[in-house]
């Protein structure tokens, strides 16, 4: 048997970013993951921080590499009706901003991070459960390197995404909220300077499409495709045909293309557990939520919990005060569901469901239309798109 302080399930963002924070709190945690460090490393998402969450990365001391290679972006473009409409975010907010600088970018440094300072994060491990949650000594039992290990804790913190192992075993105890959309996204990076210095989110007869990118050299794009899209009906060049049919502008516009070195299909859904705690298992990131990409929040909002989280483990450890962490959920899930509408919203406005009826696409276009032209609106979609402020 072995023992910690925190056990952290789970080497995404927010079990790494919970590790980090831990450590400069002077609390203990052993971090544990499925997959190697490569597999984890080289899984493409999402692209977009928010400046809280570059700002806590920073405090963290992890966010050199991110201001040396991230791009700092003030503004994001609406494209519908053949017209482009810019939506000044950083003008609009107060100054704030977003970086763009893939999660796989964030991931490697806390992983680098975390293995320069000897502490414990175990790859490849395997058989994972977690047992006495409801007591003030649970366990998680697994197997690592040949031998099977149980290791003690004061708390577990479910970090193990959607398909983690923590969620279900206290499923009994929470109560599932959650929408499935008729519609994915199939995302592509390919070698091309982006065609816009800017993020441009599409609302095309044809579907949605997203233009993004990872750096000067590299773009990634989105496309709206059917939930069971089969990858090979999409050769490249189909990819890059209904990519410049679906940002195409009256005055004329053509998007660089260039060698497509990564293709797949992301599945869209939203989805809430409440509460996102039980006993002294804490739930964080996508073990508790699930966001449709197309807000750019998923991973933020995992960071959001986590910060809640390594407060409230701080004061526990600092001087045996319980309420930070009996308080957890409530306060994760004001800004969660803050963010589960804004996610909504923004998917409702841009995506065209198949079948949708002419009355809707009229409403549609009405709403785009509104949120580019009224102060008021583009507020809106400005402040939840940079992030609200840190709590
Ligand atoms: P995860 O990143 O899922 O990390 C959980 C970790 O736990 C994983 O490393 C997993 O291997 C590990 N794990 C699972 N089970 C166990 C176990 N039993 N024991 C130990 N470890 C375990 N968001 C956007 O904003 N834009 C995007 O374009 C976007 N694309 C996405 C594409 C995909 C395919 C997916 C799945 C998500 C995407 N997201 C996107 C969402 C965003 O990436 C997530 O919100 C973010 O990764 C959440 O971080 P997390 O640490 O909570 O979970
Ligand atoms: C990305 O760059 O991967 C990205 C950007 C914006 C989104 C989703 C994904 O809304």
């Given at each position: 048997m072995t023992e910690t302080q925190v056990a952290i399930v789970g080497a995404g963002p927010a079990g790494l970013v919970l590790a980090r924070l831990l450590k400069r709190r002077g609390v203990e945690a052993v971090v544990l993951e499925l997959r190697s460090r490569d597999y984890v490393e080289g899984r493409v998402r999402a692209g977009v921080l928010e400046q809280r969450t570059v700002d806590l990365l920073d405090e963290a001391g992890v966010a050199e590499r991110l201001h040396r290679e991230g791009m700092v972006h003030q503004g994001v473009e609406l494209r519908f009706g053949g017209r482009s409409h810019r939506i000044d975010l950083s003008g609009l907010t107060g100054g704030r901003k977003i970086t763009v600088y893939g999660q796989q970018e964030v991931v490697k440094d806390l992983i680098a991070a975390r293995l320069e300072s000897g502490l414990p994060l175990h790859f490849e491990v395997s058989d994972v459960t977690v047992a006495d949650?409801?007591?003030e000594r649970p366990a998680v039992r697994f197997t690592h390197e040949g031998s099977e290990v149980e290791l003690r804790c004061d708390v577990i913190a479910g970090?193990?995404?959607?398909?983690?192992?923590c969620r279900p075993a206290i499923a009994s105890a929470l109560r599932v909220f959650e929408r499935e959309y008729p519609f994915a996204w199939l995302g592509i990076l390919a070698n091309a300077k982006p065609s816009s210095e800017e993020l441009i989110y599409a609302n095309h007869a044809n579907g949605f499409a997203l233009h993004s990118m990872r750096s000067p050299e590299v773009i990634r794009s989105y496309l709206q495709c059917r939930?069971?899209?089969?990858?090979?009906?999409?050769?490249d060049e189909r990819v890059w045909e209904e990519l410049q049919t679906r940002f195409e502008l009256d005055e004329g516009f053509s998007l660089n293309e260039g060698e497509i070195f990564d293709k797949g299909v992301t599945p869209m859904r939203s989805f809430v557990v409440e509460p996102m705690q039980h006993g002294r298992l804490f739930l964080a990131g996508d073990a508790a939520h699930i966001v449709p990409p197309t807000g750019a929040k998923g991973l933020n909002l995992a960071v959001a919990d986590v910060e809640v989280l390594a407060s409230a483990l701080e004061s526990f450890y600092g001087s045996g005060d319980t309420a930070g962490l009996d308080a957890y959920s409530e306060q994760c899930l004001r800004r969660v569901w803050r963010v589960q509408h804004f996610s909504s919203w923004m998917t409702s406005m841009l995506h065209r469901p198949p079948g949708q009826d002419p009355f809707e696409a009229k409403l549609q276009l009405s709403q785009l239309e509104y949120v580019c032209s009224s102060h008021a609106a583009s507020t809106t979609l400005a402040e939840n798109y940079v992030g609200l402020e840190r709590v």
């Open positions: 949650v409801e007591s970090c193990d995404g959607f398909h983690g192992i939930p069971d899209e089969d990858l090979d009906e999409w050769p």
